[in-house]
């Protein structure tokens, strides 16, 4: 499911979240096994002859997990790829590996460079994974302590949320 916010101050029904209320959401409700979150964002894929701008989205932790996808080679992420400060990584789509890598299954474990960052290849997504749309890769959202500090920590909305319902807490009625 899409867990939407509303923010009556801006006569908004259907906002994103904050980093803030996402984490709330994880620590308050039973209703779900997980919830993750994204946002969009471009990053330049430096290659040896080339700058490339692609669409990436920056999740959180639970992200493929929420969705029930595994990367068709490689690892997710983990909470640990999601902290401040930990060492880069990268998730690249199936089309992005054949395009720019040449299906290489080597280029997993390796480095390529995101802009400024060197970050390791963690995993490649099965040919048919394609969300958000048109995303070439995913990296880690990784929120510095400001989004979750006073004054308004719930006032930076951008995180759109997702959750996957934990079916054993919800009631089956008569038949269970």
């Known amino acids: 499911v899409v867990a939407w916010d509303n923010n009556p101050g801006k006569s908004v029904d259907h906002s994103s979240l904050s980093p803030a209320k996402l984490s709330e959401l994880r620590a308050q409700t039973s209703s779900f096994q997980s919830f993750a979150g994204y946002y969009l964002d471009d ?3 430096v290659l040896p002859n080339e700058t490339i701008s ?3 989205a920056r999740t959180t932790g639970l992200f493929f ?3 029930g996808v595994a990367p068709f080679l490689g690892r997710s992420f983990t909470e640990a790829d999601n902290k401040n400060g930990a060492p880069g990584v990268v ?3 199936y089309a992005l ?3 720019r890598f040449a299906s290489d299954p080597q280029i997993v474990g390796h480095e390529i460079e995101l802009g400024q960052k060197s970050c390791t290849v963690v995993g490649i997504m099965p040919r048919d ?5 048109e995303v070439a890769l995913w990296t880690p959202a990784a929120f510095t ?4 500090q006073a004054p308004s920590p719930r006032l930076s909305r951008f995180v759109v949320t997702l959750g996957r319902l934990n079916l054993s807490e919800l009631a089956l009625g008569p038949f269970g």
Do not use: H, R, Y
Not at 129 to 133: D, H, L, Q, Y
Not at 145 to 148: G, T, V
């Open 145 to 148: 302590d400001l989004f979750f």
């Open 54 to 56: 692609l669409s990436a």
């Open 43 to 45: 990053q330049n894929l």
């Open 91 to 93: 998730i690249l789509s």
């Open 129 to 133: 994974f394609t969300f958000p749309k």
């Open 65 to 67: 997990q929420t969705l």
């Open 97 to 99: 590996w054949q395009q």
